[in-house]
């Protein structure tokens, strides 16, 4: 079953500290998000990116943070600045039109220290 | 305000005893869905209703919706120890530009062997 793929699993970098979270979405689907997810907390949406663009972001995705699709199958999140609040479960996630086949990935733990 | 809040926020159980969890809304919906999330871990899909079904069943699990009541449950029958995880319900609101999905809290089941 085609999956969602997230590199690393784990990352731990000092503060202030740019970091790039990198993900591959599922080759045929057309959006793709990125959620965090604080220790014990709810899911949280970051972003979601169609057509080369952001269509929708939160309050969360501030200036610190930016995401790039560089190729046909890679979709990067960048936190500029890491900060000690940054340290959370950080999930990429794809879908095929609208909310139908959404799949998330592993996601990867980032610990800010 | 809150979108996508279960209850109860955890819930233990006996093996072969089923578990029901709620979770309500405030906006208007297209799709909710429900997701399972072991320990530190990715975020597995079980089920997607419309906004204009009722019903769905997916193996043991069962789901309701109730858009006049701005609520959904997930029915897992027969409980295994495996089952045992966290549940989050997520919706897919209709003014949402770009797809995302908002999180509830969550249910934490423990299923007792």
């Known amino acids: 079953e085609p999956e969602v793929t997230q590199t690393p699993s784990h990352q731990v970098t000092q503060m202030g500290q740019e970091v790039i979270l990198r993900c591959v979405p599922i080759?045929?689907?057309?959006?793709f998000y990125w959620y965090r997810q604080i220790l014990g907390q709810k899911v949280e949406f970051l972003v979601s990116f169609y057509n080369n663009e952001i269509s929708e972001k939160s309050e969360i995705f501030d200036d610190q943070f930016s995401v790039e699709r560089p190729d046909g199958s890679n979709f990067t999140l960048k936190i500029r600045s890491t900060k000690l609040e940054d340290s959370a479960m950080y999930f990429c996630?794809?879908?095929?039109?609208?909310?139908?086949?959404?799949?998330f990935g592993s996601g990867t733990r980032l610990t800010v220290v | 305000s809150q979108q996508g809040e279960e209850d109860p926020q955890a819930l233990s159980i006996q093996e072969g005893e089923n578990a029901t969890m709620n979770c309500s809304y405030k906006t208007s919906i297209n799709n909710l869905q429900w997701y399972r999330q072991n320990s530190g871990r990715g975020l597995v899909h079980l089920i997607l209703i419309r906004s204009n079904e009722r019903e769905k069943h997916s193996g043991r699990l069962r789901v309701t919706l109730d858009t006049s009541k701005k609520s959904s449950s997930l029915l897992i029958t027969a409980s295994r120890a495996a089952d045992t995880a966290s549940y989050f319900c997520?919706?897919?609101?209709?003014?949402?530009?770009?797809?995302?999905?908002?999180f509830g809290g969550g249910t934490r089941v423990l299923v007792k062997p």
């Open positions: 997520a919706t897919d609101g209709r003014k949402a530009a770009g797809n995302k999905l908002t």
């Open positions: 080759s045929n689907h057309l959006y």
């Open positions: 996630a794809s879908s095929e039109q609208g909310a139908f086949g959404y799949t």
